[in-house]
């Protein structure tokens, strides 16, 4: 499985105590270098760069036909009050994991708002760190025996990263989680 | 606005219907999303900050966007994130 990830994802991911488990969720992460340029604290560059070394996370190499993809993109989000604002590296992320297949990686509400209704990149699946913590789970990566072993992990995030999450976005991972541990 | 590129008419109408329902959706996450924020921030920091920072801290409450915050403190996404941290805000998603 691949996945990519944006700015903001590594910086709260890099503050996790349980961070190193994301590359053995992935078979690679890629990532825009325009991306890779937004980081800036000791934390975030050191994580990065750790798992660039490691070969987990992979610049992306970018191609015009992709800017163009970008350039359509944005005309057609980017002015929608509805939608948070979304910069460019947010729109490259969606546009490299629509072209590889692969999982987006972000905690930007404009993006997950784009994947919800978006013709082309509907097709995108968008996780934030809650989706990553729930594939941990049935990874074997985290290991939990019930509910409430899920729900401490993800307290851990919350606690590390200051993160909320939506009530409903947190009901359908815990029934999830409940029906996959029920198996 | 999305679908632009679309050809079918039929296709553009059950577009825009599935648009109105998710902005319904859209707004009341909105409002839970900011109220959490609202709840946890701690009000005296935030007073206490030099205008930019104060209102980039305000604004991001209530629009719950690190981007456009950190332009506002003229900070990069990451050292207003370490900002909205010591004010205890959330990033809710």
């Not at chain 1, 937004?38 to 934390?43: E, F, N």
């Amino acid at each position: 499985m691949l996945g990519v990830a944006d700015a903001c994802f590594l910086i709260d991911w890099a503050r996790f105590r349980r961070r190193e488990l994301l590359a053995s969720l992935f078979e690679a992460i890629l990532i825009h270098e325009e991306v890779l340029a937004q980081l800036r604290s000791p934390s975030a560059i050191d994580f990065a760069s750790r798992l660039l070394a490691r070969g987990a996370l992979r610049l992306y190499p970018w191609s015009a036909a992709e800017e163009e993809l970008f350039i359509k993109l944005r005309d057609e989000v980017a002015l929608d009050p509805r939608i948070p604002s979304l910069e460019r590296p947010d729109l490259l992320c969606l546009v490299i994991a629509y072209r590889a297949g692969a999982s987006l990686l972000t905690e930007n509400l404009g993006v997950l708002r784009v994947v919800q209704f978006h013709p082309t990149f509907s097709r995108v699946t968008a996780w934030t760190a809650l989706e990553v913590l729930e594939h941990l789970v049935y990874g074997g990566l985290a290991e939990v025996r019930s509910v409430e072993d899920f729900l401490g992990i993800v307290s851990e995030y919350c606690e590390d990263t200051k993160h909320v999450f939506s009530s409903r976005r947190m009901r359908e991972v815990v029934e999830r989680v409940r029906t996959w541990l029920a198996k | 606005m999305a679908g632009g590129g679309e050809s079918s008419a039929p296709g553009h109408a059950a577009l825009s219907k599935l648009l109105e329902a998710l902005v319904e959706c859209w707004e009341r996450e909105d409002e839970e999303f900011r109220e959490l924020r609202r709840r946890s921030a701690d009000w005296k920091f935030i007073e206490e900050q030099p205008p930019h920072l104060r209102a980039a801290l305000i604004y991001f409450i209530e629009r719950g966007d690190r981007y456009v915050a950190a332009r506002i403190a003229g900070l990069t996404v990451e050292e207003f994130d370490e900002l909205r941290r010591r004010a205890n805000i959330p990033v809710v998603v």
